[in-house]
């Protein structure tokens, strides 16, 4: 049980920092899309491995469904041969935006040793009786109960948000021919 | 000695190893973030950025409080909210689009940034 666990968490960690170097370094943006798709499966399968099945057949359904075909259309919209020339940005960004990645990684890996971790946050062993409670219903009670009861005001806020946001993009995304200037050619189209 | 400590870190899979994981998930969000000129790729930079944060509400729900689970409902409200980022944040490049003719991020100078 507990080696099938570990070789599980090795197997889709490696695939999951693979892939998620894949989407940010691969050549052209499709391959990128592709690359990132697995590293959304991968990231589905790390929930499994904590316990979180609900959130994780959510990852699969927003994310790597939706997300994806959203991406997807973009991509279609605006398709044209100049992939390979905007690659990475050879400019002193990246330097900074590696030496930004690499202190922050330090950072991390100290505060993650667990004598500095286990005092500020109270890092207990799984109890019997909640594992049986998740062994025999799961995690979509617990979530159900808690987005109804404590959280129902956010719960509501959110759905209020996702209306405005899906009309807002509907309003943006629109062509609109009276305001739009060609800024090369200066005339309307 | 070392052979035991080297031993540990393979085979008990902790509350560290998925703070590591997530923690290099980030460093490649931001390299990403940073570096890359297609504003395509900066999205899915951002969308890598979001799942190393849920990486963590979950680890810390599973290893910290496994009754109420609020790491989970906060990762679930992350996702909602990712949803929406994107299709805002691609609405408005597609009529970005429009204007420009371009996926590069550096001819977006409209703004004087």
């Not at chain 1, 330097?95 to 040793?113: N, P, T």
Request: neutral net charge.
């Amino acid at each position: 049980m507990d080696l099938i666990y570990t070789a599980f968490f090795w197997i889709i960690s490696f695939l999951l920092i693979v892939f998620a170097l894949g989407a940010v370094f691969a050549p052209r943006i499709v391959y990128s899309l592709v690359s990132m798709v697995f590293a959304f499966l991968s990231v589905a399968g790390i929930f499994v491995l904590l316990n979180a099945d609900f959130v994780a057949v959510s990852q699969v359904i927003i994310y790597a469904v939706g997300i994806t075909i959203i991406l997807l259309f973009a991509i279609m919209l605006t398709g044209k041969n100049v992939d390979k020339k905007l690659w990475i940005a050879f400019a002193p960004r990246t330097l900074v935006s590696f030496g930004i990645a690499f202190m922050f990684f330090l950072s991390v890996v100290y505060c993650s040793l667990e004598n500095i971790i286990k005092p500020v946050f109270n890092i207990q062993p799984i109890s019997e009786e909640a594992a049986v409670t998740l062994i025999f219903s799961g995690t979509t009670e617990i979530l159900g109960r808690a987005f109804l009861t404590k959280y129902v005001l956010p719960f509501e806020i959110l759905s209020i948000l996702l209306l405005s946001v899906i009309l807002g993009s509907a309003v943006i995304a629109k062509k609109n021919d009276k305001n739009l200037v060609n800024p090369t050619t200066k005339e309307n189209r | 000695m070392l052979l035991e400590v080297i031993k540990s870190i393979i085979f008990d899979i902790g509350l560290g190893h998925y703070l590591i994981l997530a923690a290099i998930l980030f460093c490649i969000g931001i390299i990403g973030l940073i570096s890359s000129r297609n504003i395509i790729k900066i999205l899915i930079s951002i969308e890598i950025l979001l799942n190393a944060v849920n990486i963590n509400f979950i680890a810390f729900a599973n290893y910290g409080d496994l009754y109420f689970l609020q790491g989970q409902v906060f990762a679930l409200f992350v996702m909602a909210i990712a949803a929406a980022e994107v299709a805002l944040g691609l609405a408005i490049f597609i009529s970005m689009y429009r204007n420009k003719q371009s996926v590069d991020v550096e001819d977006y100078t409209t703004l004087k940034g």
